[in-house]
């Protein structure tokens, strides 16, 4: 059984979170991605890279707005990373309902504008229209109302059941093990364009016996060294194509 990262696997969403974590770091709402300095963008993807959960993307905003001018192609070591991250006294989980509100209020306000910032990575994700939304299971740390409103409006027709999200602060192990609670698969792989998610998953999982097969994308937001870090991990790097090969064997039976 496949399971399916998405930012970043199914869906470029990397001018959205740019915008919303600009929103959530100015208190603002706008949807005009002009309004971003491309100096502070161009920043702020460089290192997109090293958070995991939303609510970590507005530290790492905060963070490229004062340095943006001076420090404009820096990329952040881990270390440097943690410490921008253990400078906040504001809860991981508070961050992330912000970053969450913010994008309920910017999809609210113009949601032909929001999802204008999202674009389907092709060929893939004609791909798994094709053989049918209902057999994808979504594997995500992103909120399920944008999920689910980016699949609708792509159309791809993922049931609400299927998306396992980052709502209320649920991790991706939590939501794996709900999944397996639920399938009862023998076996899964999972892909991720995240190195740090494939390493918590392999942590948590398979520390007796190999139940999830890891595979990083490398057409994702993917760090300077991530390649060569999956593959020492052991984890299998795929393009878009090695994933459609494996569709009709490893998505839900109809």
Same mark, same amino acid.
């Given at each position: 059984?496949?399971?399916?990262?998405?930012?970043?696997?199914?869906?470029?969403?990397?001018?959205?979170?740019?915008?919303?974590?600009?929103?959530?770091?100015?208190?603002?709402?706008?949807?005009?991605?002009?309004?971003?300095?491309?100096?502070?963008?161009?920043?702020?993807?460089?290192?997109?890279?090293?958070?995991?959960?939303?609510?970590?993307?507005?530290?790492?905003?905060?963070?490229?707005?004062?340095?943006?001018?001076?420090?404009?192609?820096?990329?952040?070591?881990?270390?440097?990373?943690?410490?921008?991250?253990?400078?906040?006294?504001?809860?991981?989980?508070?961050?992330?309902?912000?970053?969450?509100?913010?994008?309920?209020?910017?999809?609210?306000?113009?949601?032909?504008?929001?999802?204008?910032?999202?674009?389907?990575?092709?060929?893939?994700?004609?791909?798994?229209?094709?053989?049918?939304?209902?057999?994808?299971? %979504?594997?995500?740390?992103?909120?399920?109302?944008?999920?689910?409103?980016?699949?609708?409006?792509?159309?791809?027709?993922?049931?609400?059941?299927?998306?396992?999200?980052?709502?209320?602060?649920?991790?991706?192990?939590?939501?794996?093990?709900?999944?397996?609670?639920?399938?009862?698969?023998?076996?899964?792989?999972?892909?991720?364009?995240?190195?740090?998610? %494939?390493?918590?998953?392999?942590?948590?999982?398979?520390?007796?016996?190999? %139940?999830?097969?890891?595979?990083?994308?490398?057409?994702?937001?993917?760090?300077?060294?991530?390649?060569?870090?999956?593959?020492?991990?052991?984890?299998?790097?795929?393009?878009?194509?090695?994933?459609?090969?494996?569709?009709?064997?490893? %998505?839900?039976?109809?």
């Amino acid at each position: 059984m496949l399971i399916f990262d998405f930012d970043g696997v199914l869906v470029n969403s990397l001018n959205e979170v740019v915008m919303t974590a600009y929103n959530a770091a100015t208190s603002q709402t706008g949807v005009d991605p002009t309004v971003v300095p491309a100096p502070l963008a161009g920043l702020f993807k460089r290192n997109r890279f090293h958070f995991q959960s939303a609510g970590d993307a507005v530290l790492l905003m905060q963070w490229c707005l004062v340095h943006y001018e001076n420090e404009p192609e820096k990329i952040l070591s881990a270390d440097e990373y943690q410490e921008i991250l253990q400078s906040s006294r504001q809860p991981l989980l508070e961050r992330l309902h912000h970053f969450y509100d913010i994008r309920s209020r910017m999809m609210t306000e113009d949601i032909d504008a929001w999802r204008a910032l999202n674009t389907p990575f092709q060929p893939i994700w004609q791909a798994l229209i094709e053989r049918g939304g209902k057999r994808v299971v %979504l594997l995500t740390n992103k909120n399920r109302e944008a999920v689910s409103n980016l699949c609708r409006y792509f159309n791809l027709a993922v049931i609400d059941e299927n998306i396992y999200s980052g709502d209320n602060g649920a991790t991706k192990i939590e939501n794996l093990e709900s999944i397996r609670q639920r399938f009862m698969h023998t076996h899964y792989r999972f892909l991720d364009d995240s190195v740090k998610n %494939l390493r918590l998953i392999d942590t948590a999982f398979n520390r007796t016996s190999p %139940l999830i097969s890891l595979l990083f994308a490398q057409w994702g937001y993917s760090g300077p060294n991530d390649k060569e870090t999956a593959q020492r991990y052991g984890y299998t790097s795929c393009t878009q194509d090695d994933i459609i090969h494996m569709l009709d064997r490893e %998505l839900l039976p109809e």
